[in-house]
DNA sequence: GTCTATATCAGGATAGAC
DNA sequence: GTCTATCCTGATATAGAC
């Protein structure tokens, strides 16, 4: 749980992102919620920009953590026995709906990252590989639901799910739609997808 | 083409937006794109956020405007004719991804807006508004195309549509998705709502 | 209505001690 | 590695002349 302090830092700025936004961020108010000097950050990030990168980092690694089932809601991972593969796809993407505090602050961190990058070219890179990495991993679970689907069309499907899955989670993170309603939407368009995939 | 100052700066305000979003605005950028002193748009607009506030119904105006097919690409408005439905819905959703500047412009203000509505409440109520008759519209056209399917589904399809394109916009305009590809995708994923309507 | 200053201040960044 | 203190840029906003 990161007693080092440049952990401290990350965690912090995750909920300050979460809080007040990319552009809300303060290198201040990340000082006194990590509790540490502001010197501290610059010390170990370099600048503001440096420490966006690194919490970015921070953000999809812990992600990736929780989407891959190691403390999954349900317990089911630590039965080292195959899943449903549809239902593990389905969990995968609806894990993304939920109201706890660190999906909550993913979620919003992930957003604030993805419109900051309409504007800052520096972001992009990374951006861009998480999301391929993203897009790639949904498609493999899509394969394993219809082996005999194409590679394009699997890809294609993963882009549809995990671009659906982004604008419903702003519209959630807006107050414009209630978290229900959204895992409704997702589950649906998730059968959509399966179904077209076996033709 | 307003020559008046006052809408030079509303056009000057979202062009800058465009380029540097809502967070990065300021005001002497926008005085230098208007053509104006600084203290002329506080004459005008109070302070920064009077500036955003009427920069984003100027923006909404104008979108509706080109959305309602006044100046469609194609001129096909001028005629009375009643358009193929499924063409006009495909249109009307794809119409959010060409790279024309007022457009590009349109989509990056929108997209702003519904980012920042995460952190400032009071952006909500406008948002919310203008996102349920957008929803309405498409669920409208999609009932000119499936008159027999209920209503709940006509909602959720568009739902499903203005949500992924909104994800997918973003992705767009930070550069991670290609526009002929972000259009394939919205088109193949209008065929699959169509289709599940029918059933 | 519009401009040329300029006051004011927040916040990013650094120096230097420990 | 970490803190205290402080500098200084850049951005909002206002005063006052025309």
């Known amino acids: 749980m990161a007693t080092d302090r440049r952990g401290a830092i990350l965690e912090g700025a995750a909920r300050v992102i979460a809080r007040r936004g990319v552009r809300g961020l303060r290198m201040e108010e990340l000082a006194t919620e990590a509790g540490v ?20 980092e921070f953000i999809s ?4 953590r929780y989407t891959s089932g190691e403390d999954g809601a349900d317990g089911d991972a630590r039965t080292g026995a ?3 593969p549809r239902w593990e796809l389905e969990q995968s993407l609806l894990l993304e709906f939920q109201d706890l505090p660190e999906v909550r602050e993913n979620s919003t961190a992930w957003g604030e990252l993805r419109a900051s990058a309409v504007f800052e070219p520096e972001l992009r890179g990374d951006l861009a590989r998480a999301t391929l990495s993203w897009i790639h991993d949904v498609a493999d679970l899509l ?3 219809r082996p005999t689907a194409p590679a394009p069309a699997l890809t294609a499907s993963a882009e549809r799910l995990t671009g659906l899955l982004e ?12 978290l229900p309603h959204a895992r409704e939407l997702l589950k649906e368009a998730v059968a959509l997808e399966i179904e077209r995939l076996s033709r």
Chains 1, 2 share one sequence.
Do not use: C, E, M, N
């Not at 690694?61 to 990736?64: H, L, S, T, V, Y």
């Open 61 to 64: 690694d812990r992600a990736d």
């Open 37 to 56: 000097s502001t010197a501290l950050i610059y010390y170990h990030f370099k600048d503001r920009a440096g420490v966006l990168r690194h919490t970015l």
């Open 82 to 84: 195959p899943q449903d």
């Open 167 to 178: 604008g419903l989670s702003t519209r959630w993170l807006s107050g414009a739609l209630p």
């Open 143 to 145: 394969g394993g639901i």
